[in-house]
């Protein structure tokens, strides 16, 4: 098993570009979630998604999209970039009690906006 | 919303026992996780409270009191290797909320 892995492990972009960064898991959980690490903050969550087709906003949704068209994979999309999202992403994932307190988590992407 | 409380960081030495501290104030509460962070890399889950009391998982133990809103992770025979952060997480309905972690320290 791979667990959770995510592309690219690094990541600069410019202002206003978009990109995408993947994620997928081969534990075939149902939840799976992204997160975002700045110094000095904890992760602050994303978006959610508790099974393919459904998805939701966690604490800093702006400037973010997500899709869940299978259970293993849920890519993250910036729009249009800007430096406040500098910072280090992660994906987790987990099974679906309606708790997610035990979760998976990838390596993480390093993205840097200039 | 949902707000943690915990130490930014403790110092110990090797062989000791450290306590990290966590309050919390949150709505819709299922419990209370910790997870581990070495250096910047992967969290990686260490334990879970959903009933009051202490949890042991080897070295490690936790312990909730809801009644107080508040936990902790308890370190024992502390090595080298334990030198991460730590971050306490309040469990809802399919939400995770992190608190901004607890950096410790062990030294020789």
């Known amino acids: 098993n791979a667990g959770v892995t995510q592309t690219p492990k690094f990541q600069v972009l410019k202002t206003g570009q978009s990109m995408t960064l993947q994620c997928a898991q081969d534990m075939n959980h149902e939840y799976m979630s992204w997160y975002r690490q700045d110094p000095g903050m904890g992760l602050r969550l994303i978006h959610y998604?508790?099974?393919?087709?459904?998805?939701d906003q966690g604490e800093v949704p702006n400037g973010y999209n997500v899709s869940r068209s299978t259970t293993e994979d849920f890519p993250l999309r910036l729009l249009s970039a800007a430096p406040s999202q500098t910072s280090v992403y992660f994906c987790?994932?987990?099974?679906?009690?309606?708790?997610?307190?035990?979760?998976?988590f990838g390596p993480g992407t390093r993205l840097t906006v200039t | 919303g949902q707000s943690l409380e915990q130490p930014s960081e403790v110092t110990a030495v090797e062989g000791a026992i450290v306590q990290i501290n966590c309050t919390y104030q949150t709505s819709g509460f299922y419990g209370l996780s910790w997870y581990q962070q070495h250096d910047g890399g992967a969290p990686t889950f260490l334990s879970y409270?959903?009933?009051?009391g202490l949890e042991e998982t080897g070295r490690f133990s936790s312990f909730l009191s809801r009644s107080d809103s508040y936990g902790y992770l308890l370190l024992q025979e502390l090595q080298m290797k334990d030198s991460a952060s730590y971050f306490c997480a309040s469990s809802g309905y399919s939400t995770l909320t992190f608190g901004k972690g607890t950096m410790l320290l062990v030294s020789p």
């Open positions: 987790a994932s987990s099974y679906s009690d309606g708790t997610a307190y035990e979760q998976y």
């Open positions: 998604s508790v099974g393919a087709g459904i998805t």
């Open positions: 409270n959903a009933l009051d």
